[in-house]
């Protein structure tokens, strides 16, 4: 029962590095994000995705960029690496909350802890 | 916007005592109401759910009701456990069926 999968788990740059957070679903979910939980903020969503191809942006994209180019991938890109950016990072996935019901459940990683110095 | 408050943390209780956390939300139309909890070193996951008013959610002995009236929807649990040690995060589905998620509280029960 793999469910979501986050690579890598921990992970520390320096200013201005670039790197990619890889998740993986084995549930055929349609829907896949990217969230950021820092301190007293609760989760932010960065990006998500409705489908295969198509990416859209959440409350906290800047910095970050996105690709959906397998149905079970959703990739999260940091080109420039800045301190603000130091934060641990969840993927999730769902079915269509629009075709599946509005109360469906978010299915999430075990995250990636982030530092960049 | 919505917004989803919580009650700060840590919350630290003794084992076998009654748990109470508070989550309030302000929201247009009616969302649907949701608790996640995040053990150590986890991600998120479902606790329960509520999805119209005065529905009850309730799962591993956990409770919530929603309050439409009260636009609240306080998790409790009767008597916790030292297991219940995690971070509980109330959140809602807003009109684009995105999550809009609480500060989360910090539990800790002591034995």
């Known amino acids: 029962n793999a469910g979501v999968t986050q690579t890598p788990k921990f992970r520390v740059l320096k200013t201005g590095q670039s790197m990619t957070l890889l998740c993986a679903q084995d549930?055929?979910?349609?829907?896949m994000y990217w969230y950021r939980q820092d301190p007293g903020m609760g989760l932010r969503l960065i990006h998500y995705?409705?489908?295969?191809?198509?990416?859209a942006k959440g409350e906290v994209p800047d910095g970050y960029n996105v690709s959906r180019l397998k149905k079970q991938n959703f990739l999260l890109g940091l080109e420039s690496a800045a301190p603000s950016q130091t934060s641990v990072y969840f993927c999730?996935?769902?079915?269509?909350?629009?075709?599946?019901?509005?109360?469906?459940?978010?299915?999430f990683g075990d995250g990636t802890r982030l530092s960049i110095l | 916007g919505d917004s989803v408050t919580q009650m700060e943390g840590p919350v630290t209780l003794s084992e076998e005592a009654f748990l109470t956390i508070n989550c309030t939300y302000t929201?247009?139309?009616?969302?649907?109401l949701f608790w996640y909890v995040q053990y150590p070193g986890e991600g998120l996951q479902l606790l329960l759910k509520?999805?119209?008013a005065d529905d009850k959610g309730s799962n591993k002995g956990f409770e919530a009701t929603y309050r439409k009236e009260t636009t609240s929807f306080h998790l409790e649990k009767g008597s916790v456990q030292v297991s219940d040690s995690a971070v509980y995060f109330c959140?809602?589905?807003?009109?684009?069926?995105?999550?809009?998620w609480g500060a989360g509280t910090k539990l800790i029960i002591k034995p």
């Open positions: 995705s409705v489908g295969e191809g198509t990416t």
């Open positions: 509520a999805t119209k």
């Open positions: 959140a809602l589905s807003d009109s684009n069926y995105q999550l809009i």
């Open positions: 999730a996935s769902s079915y269509n909350p629009r075709t599946g019901g509005v109360n469906q459940p978010q299915h």
């Open positions: 929201a247009t139309g009616y969302p649907s």
């Open positions: 549930m055929n979910h349609e829907y």
